[in-house]
């Protein structure tokens, strides 16, 4: 009978660089910056790294494949190391991994690093790549906000909500990140924005506007686990452990048998509950400090905190409206701005999350600093609402 | 006089007809407003039938050719623009209407009577013809060609019983030079339309048809529907007193209300005019290029796709964008920025094991019932717990309802927005798929539509494109108002 994770791990060292434009860093630097940065918060050295996980997602931008670029760009000599890659969940994967190599005994020290180098492209937004491969005989080649907008449609269409009103919670989502980031210095997008200026910005997908969409930024995040002992013996008396990592994958249902009826995401469901289970979370509005959920876009934050369980089914924009999810509200969402302000680079979006659940944890979180946080969610969603992965994990202290 | 003296024939029959114009009707009068200062362009009236950037010769050609069912034993597509100048269309009409693959087929083009010849050819021998035509013929801004032209398709089937029995034709070769494209030279090249007009008239149309009547032992009085596919538009008149029939000719009007449709013309002018004739009545089809050939049927019952046809014409989108125009019809190439260099390269191996699932719109049955698509070895089927026999469903004639929809301002398309969603099909398949023809209104949640066969991909660098379908509104516009 598997026994789940909760407590096994222990994060005892992260790093997160600024996420941006680094016109002049490459994958190389940002993998060194975020590494140096955990190595220290550990107080380890780089030859106790036993096994590593390297997350990029698009690979052809400037990283390269397999995890050689990590190996190398870190020097981690004769050590095992894997790339990992689930679209945007690939963060959390490589987190997943060296999470289980360390509850599995198998090594000591494991590091998980994200990365991403998207501002290579020389344009804004995702790379539209096609392989020749089947699905690309049939599939629409729609763009990533293309791909979550539909889910505003679905949404008002099954709770009876007009579209200027979901819009309008939609834009309080952005504008609420926006404030939050303000104060994060390593945001990528630290400038507040009105509502007004929301709700008429350029149309990228219906009705996602460009304010719905998050940044599309470089960067790169890291965690160093090992086992609650091995942390205390580092001397952190009560460390940050994971409490859940679980992961939910399409199998083809939503977009190939008639029941989803497209204003939700099955998957955050299904990784929830599981989540919620393996960390014996029976109230996750009572027992949850703060979320970092994929706000991809506006309307997945919405629809994700209905998933989530933190909003009642047709109510997430109500709450949103009534400042639930903001700040200073009863279940604080994006403290760190989030995909929307902090920056998306693909990769590491889900260490990224973690790093601020971390900080808020062991209270160095600055300006932003919560009072009371004792548990922190991360979501971490890859792909698209018809076809997904996605990732919810729980962290907190041991004791 | 040509054809005369042609031979007797058994009775065949034309069963069934097919008409196909796309959505967009751009306005001549705006085009003449555009080039007003150059003063080029031609004839600034009536409407021009416009391809989507996703409809080519053979998408309009299958459009047509889903009207005229049947299980045809030969397969020709006919065409003076066939995308491909290696690759055989009638083949992919066959996959594309999911006809068995023993069905012969074979693609003629040359001129723009190949159609009508094929017609004739079919009419003359033995078996079931479907004959299926598009044009999207390409032309430079500010020829007049380029605004007399339109896009579209037109299909028949012939078979040794049906609805517009053939009592006579006649044939004549005549290499009369009035339009030519080369490889040189890809846009259609005109001479003078004066010389056109009386040669093709006096030398060329009216003797054919003279013969066909001669050849059906009938007055030209008895012809009361025309679709004869004039050399220049506006020689109908002309054509009329040569040959002395008093009937309309339909595809004068097609001219006005379409634009020429090259190969595609008198075959569409032909399935409209079957829509109006009566049993008994007597229709002459006629098509001009490189000679002529002239085809008299009489009518002896309900023309299956006659109706649909005509309907084609009354439905659209009135357009007075010239610069959308210039940029669908090829005349105008846009800098669409970096996202449009994203590589669409297919692959062959990939297209055999696929292909013919993806332009025939194969999805399958699995043993529990459920219709799914594309197939897989397991099925999605919840309870399904390992690979399951399939049965083959097409979709591409099943209605759908939108689930979810989006209209995408960020990914390249050549005409934007592009729009995709999740189609729930009426039969439970459901398919993420793209959407095409929207109109002012757009697409919602809810919505019924239909599929339309339509360019999936093009890959520009090494000039290839597939094919698959896309969701449709279930109903077109009205140009009537």
Same mark, same amino acid.
């Not at chain 1, 020389?122 to 491969?133: D, V």
């Not at chain 2, 506006?234 to 339909?250: C, F, K, Q």
């Not at chain 2, 939108?402 to 990914?411: F, M, Q």
């Given at each position: 009978?598997?026994?789940?994770?909760?407590?096994?791990?222990?994060?005892?060292?992260?790093?997160?660089?600024?996420?941006?434009?680094?016109?002049?860093?490459?994958?190389? $630097? @940002?993998?060194?910056?975020?590494?140096? !940065?955990?190595?220290?918060?550990?107080?380890?050295?780089?030859?106790?790294?036993?096994?590593?996980?390297?997350?990029?997602?698009?690979?052809?931008?400037?990283?390269?494949?397999?995890?050689?670029?990590?190996?190398?760009? @870190?020097?981690?000599?004769?050590?095992?190391?894997?790339?990992?890659?689930?679209?945007? =969940?690939?963060?959390?994967?490589?987190?997943?991994?060296?999470?289980?190599?360390?509850?599995?005994?198998?090594?000591? /020290?494991?590091?998980?690093?994200?990365?991403?180098?998207?501002?290579?492209?020389?344009?804004?937004?995702?790379?539209?790549?096609?392989?020749?491969?089947?699905?690309?005989?049939?599939? #629409? *080649?729609?763009?990533?906000?293309?791909?979550?907008?539909?889910?505003?449609?679905?949404?008002?269409?099954?709770?009876?909500?007009?579209?200027? $009103?979901?819009?309008?919670?939609? =834009?309080?989502?952005?504008?609420?990140?926006?404030?939050?980031?303000?104060?994060?210095?390593? =945001?990528?997008?630290?400038? +507040?924005?009105?509502?007004?200026?929301?709700?008429?910005?350029?149309?990228?997908? $219906?009705?996602?506007?460009?304010?719905?969409?998050?940044?599309?930024?470089?960067?790169?995040?890291? +965690?160093?686990?090992?086992?609650?002992?091995?942390?205390?013996? @580092?001397?952190?008396?009560?460390?940050?452990?994971?409490?859940?990592?679980?992961?939910?994958?399409?199998?083809?249902?939503?977009?190939?048998?008639? +029941?989803?009826?497209?204003?939700?995401?099955?998957?955050?469901?299904? =990784?929830?509950?599981?989540?919620?289970? !393996?960390?014996?979370?029976?109230? #996750?509005?009572?027992?949850?400090?703060?979320?970092?959920?994929?706000?991809?876009?506006?309307?997945?934050? @919405?629809?994700?905190?209905?998933?989530?369980?933190?909003?009642?089914?047709?109510?997430?924009? /109500?709450?949103?409206?009534?400042?639930? /999810?903001?700040?200073?509200?009863?279940?604080?969402?994006?403290?760190?701005?989030?995909?929307?302000?902090?920056?998306? #680079?693909?990769?590491?979006?889900?260490?990224?999350? +973690?790093?601020?659940? *971390?900080?808020?944890?062991?209270?160095?979180?600055?300006?932003?600093?919560?009072?009371?946080?004792?548990?922190?969610?991360?979501?971490?969603?890859?792909?698209?609402? /018809?076809?997904?992965?996605?990732?919810?994990?729980?962290?907190?202290?041991?004791? | 006089?040509p054809g005369?003296?042609?031979?007797?024939?058994?009775?065949?029959?034309i069963?069934?007809v097919g008409a196909y114009a796309p959505?967009?009707?751009?306005?001549?009068?705006?085009?003449?407003?555009?080039?007003?200062?150059?003063?080029?362009?031609?004839?600034?009236?009536?409407?021009r039938a416009l391809a989507?950037?996703d409809e080519d010769a053979l998408t309009q050609a299958v459009e047509a050719a889903r009207?005229a069912?049947?299980?045809p034993d030969n397969v020709v597509f006919a065409s003076t623009s066939a995308p491909f100048l290696e690759r055989s269309h009638a083949t992919l009409v066959v996959d594309a209407l999911?006809l068995?693959?023993?069905t012969r087929t074979n693609d003629v083009a040359g001129s723009r009577r190949c159609a009508v010849s094929a017609v004739l050819d079919a009419l003359l021998g033995?078996g079931e013809t479907l004959v299926a035509a598009g044009e999207k013929r390409p032309g430079r801004?500010?020829g007049?060609l380029h605004?007399a032209y339109g896009d579209g398709g037109a299909a028949a089937r012939v078979?040794?019983?049906?609805?517009?029995?053939?009592?006579?034709y006649a044939s004549l070769s005549h290499d009369l030079v009035d339009v030519y494209a080369s490889r040189e030279h890809p846009d259609p090249y005109a001479y003078?339309?004066?010389?056109v007009?009386?040669?093709g008239?006096?030398?060329v149309v009216?003797?054919t048809?003279?013969?066909?009547?001669?050849?059906?032992?009938?007055?030209?009085?008895?012809?009361?529907?025309?679709a004869v596919h004039e050399p220049i538009a506006?020689?109908?008149? &002309?054509?009329?007193?040569?040959?002395?029939?008093?009937?309309?000719?339909?595809a004068? &009007?097609l001219t006005?209300?379409l634009g020429d449709l090259g190969a595609a013309h008198a075959l569409f002018a032909f399935a409209?005019?079957?829509?109006?004739?009566?049993?008994?009545?007597?229709?002459?089809l006629a098509s001009f290029g490189s000679g002529c050939d002239a085809l008299?049927?009489?009518?002896?019952?309900?023309?299956?796709?006659? %109706?649909?046809?005509?309907?084609?014409?009354?439905?659209?989108?009135?357009?007075?964008?010239?610069?959308?125009?210039?940029?669908?019809s090829g005349a105008?190439?846009?800098?669409?920025?970096?996202?449009?260099?994203?590589?669409?390269?297919?692959?062959?191996?990939?297209?055999?094991?696929?292909?013919?699932?993806?332009i025939?719109?194969?999805?399958?049955?699995?043993?529990?019932?459920?219709?799914?698509?594309?197939?897989?070895?397991?099925?999605?089927?919840?309870?399904?717990?390992?690979?399951?026999?399939?049965?083959?469903?097409?979709?591409?004639?099943?209605?759908?309802?939108?689930?979810?929809?989006?209209? &995408?301002?960020?990914?390249?398309?050549?005409?934007?927005?592009?729009?995709?969603?999740?189609?729930?099909?009426?039969?439970?398949?459901?398919?993420?798929?793209?959407?095409? &023809?929207? %109109?002012?209104?757009?697409?919602?949640?809810?919505?019924?539509?239909?599929?339309?066969l339509r360019v999936?991909?093009r890959?520009?660098?090494r000039g290839f494109r597939t094919y698959?379908?896309?969701?449709?509104?279930?109903?077109?516009?009205?140009?009537?108002?």
């Open positions: 009978m598997a026994s789940g994770i909760k407590d096994k791990v222990a994060i005892v060292g992260m790093g997160c660089t600024p996420f941006g434009e680094h016109w002049d860093k490459g994958p190389d $630097d @940002l993998m060194v910056d975020a590494f140096e !940065e955990a190595l220290a918060d550990a107080k380890i050295s780089r030859k106790q790294i036993q096994a590593a996980w390297m997350g990029n997602a698009l690979d052809d931008i400037n990283v390269g494949n397999s995890a050689l670029p990590l190996a190398h760009a @870190l020097r981690l000599k004769g050590v095992p190391v894997s790339r990992v890659e689930n679209m945007c =969940a690939t963060g959390s994967e490589a987190l997943r991994a060296a999470v289980y190599a360390v509850a599995a005994g198998a090594v000591d /020290f494991a590091l998980a690093l994200g990365v991403e180098k998207l501002k290579d492209t020389g344009y804004g937004g995702l790379p539209l790549r096609t392989k020749g491969l089947a699905n690309d005989l049939w599939l #629409p *080649y729609g763009s990533a906000p293309g791909s979550f907008a539909q889910l505003a449609g679905a949404y008002g269409a099954r709770h009876g909500i007009a579209q200027a $009103d979901l819009k309008r919670a939609m =834009a309080h989502v952005s504008w609420k990140s926006h404030q939050n980031a303000v104060t994060n210095p390593r =945001a990528h997008l630290r400038k +507040a924005v009105d509502v007004e200026t929301i709700l008429k910005a350029p149309m990228i997908a $219906d009705p996602l506007g460009l304010f719905d969409c998050c940044g599309v930024s470089d960067g790169a995040a890291c +965690a160093i686990v090992t086992t609650p002992d091995i942390a205390r013996g @580092l001397g952190v008396a009560n460390p940050v452990t994971v409490k859940a990592v679980q992961l939910s994958a399409s199998h083809g249902w939503e977009m190939q048998y008639g +029941a989803w009826d497209g204003s939700y995401v099955p998957n955050t469901r299904a =990784a929830a509950k599981r989540a919620y289970e !393996e960390a014996g979370v029976k109230d #996750p509005r009572a027992d949850i400090s703060l979320t970092e959920v994929h706000d991809c876009f506006s309307i997945t934050e @919405l629809v994700t905190m209905e998933d989530l369980g933190l909003a009642d089914e047709g109510r997430a924009p /109500f709450d949103i409206l009534d400042r639930c /999810f903001d700040r200073d509200g009863a279940q604080p969402c994006q403290i760190d701005g989030g995909l929307k302000c902090f920056g998306h #680079p693909v990769g590491a979006s889900g260490l990224r999350m +973690a790093f601020e659940v *971390y900080s808020q944890l062991l209270g160095r979180a600055g300006a932003r600093q919560l009072k009371q946080v004792d548990l922190g969610l991360t979501h971490n969603l890859g792909g698209a609402p /018809f076809n997904s992965v996605a990732a919810v994990s729980l962290f907190g202290r041991l004791n | 006089m005369s003296d042609a031979p007797p024939f058994r009775d065949r029959f069963a069934g959505l967009l009707r751009l306005n001549r009068t705006a085009a003449a407003k555009a080039l007003k200062f150059s003063g080029l362009g031609g004839r600034a009236t009536g409407f989507g950037w009207l069912p049947g299980r999911a068995a693959p023993h033995r801004a500010g007049a605004l078979s040794d019983r049906g609805a517009a029995r053939l009592v006579g003078e339309e004066r010389f007009r009386e040669t008239v006096a030398r009216a003797p048809i003279k013969s066909a009547l001669a050849n059906a032992g009938l007055e030209p009085s008895a012809i009361r529907h025309a506006g020689s109908w008149r &002309d054509i009329a007193r040569a040959t002395g029939i008093e009937a309309p000719n339909l004068s &009007d006005q209300s409209a005019c079957c829509a109006r004739a009566k049993p008994g009545e007597h229709v002459l008299v049927f009489e009518i002896t019952g309900p023309m299956p796709g006659a %109706d649909q046809a005509a309907a084609a014409l009354r439905t659209g989108l009135a357009s007075d964008d010239y610069i959308r125009f210039l940029s669908l105008l190439e846009l800098d669409w920025g970096v996202r449009s260099e994203f590589e669409q390269k297919a692959q062959a191996t990939v297209l055999e094991r696929y292909g013919r699932d993806m025939g719109f194969i999805g399958g049955r699995d043993a529990g019932g459920n219709v799914q698509f594309p197939k897989s070895r397991i099925p999605v089927r919840p309870d399904a717990d390992g690979p399951e026999p399939w049965q083959d469903v097409r979709l591409a004639d099943e209605l759908a309802t939108i689930v979810s929809i989006t209209a &995408d301002r960020l990914n390249y398309t050549p005409d934007p927005p592009f729009w995709f969603g999740l189609a729930q099909f009426d039969n439970g398949a459901r398919v993420m798929m793209e959407f095409t &023809d929207a %109109d002012a209104r757009g697409f919602s949640v809810g919505d019924r539509v239909r599929m339309r999936k991909s890959d520009t660098r698959f379908w896309k969701a449709a509104p279930e109903q077109r516009p009205s140009l009537e108002g």
